[in-house]
């Protein structure tokens, strides 16, 4: 079992930034591709980006591409997402992910994840 939880969400003005956190449960977190999901009200769940369990490799939504960075730190079984120049459109829980089974050094692709979060509000004001 793996447990997610994520933090530093929050309510900013559009053209703001926040950094989100993802800690993860566990001694294997640097075998595990993670990413980050939103889901807006109304809305289905949205992939936003992924990293490779080695961190040297991402993959990213069109939406958040030069907006949004995602980092990990093995160290301190973490994943972050810097989300700057946010977009009232950006609003939405935002889910960490977990891919426990990555074949490859590689960002995984948004079917391969097996456990979730509970997720973090993010409200972006115009």
């Known amino acids: 079992q793996v447990q997610l939880v994520e933090s530093g969400g929050g309510l900013v003005q559009a053209g703001g930034s926040l950094r989100l956190s993802c800690a993860a449960s566990g001694r294997t977190f640097s075998r595990y591709a993670m990413g980050w999901f939103r889901q807006a009200p109304g809305k289905e769940r949205e992939f936003v980006v992924g990293?490779?369990?080695?961190?040297?490799?991402?993959i990213y939504a069109d939406s958040v591409k030069g907006r949004f960075t995602i980092s990990r730190d093995n160290a301190k079984n973490t994943v972050y997402l810097q989300m700057n120049s946010l977009k009232p459109e950006d609003t939405a829980v935002y889910l960490c992910?977990?891919?426990?089974?990555?074949?490859?050094?590689?960002?995984?692709?948004?079917?391969?994840?097996?456990?979730w979060g509970q997720g973090t509000q993010v409200t972006v004001s115009s």
């Open positions: 990293i490779s369990r080695s961190g040297g490799r991402t």
């Open positions: 992910a977990a891919d426990t089974n990555p074949t490859t050094d590689r960002a995984s692709f948004p079917h391969s994840y097996n456990y």
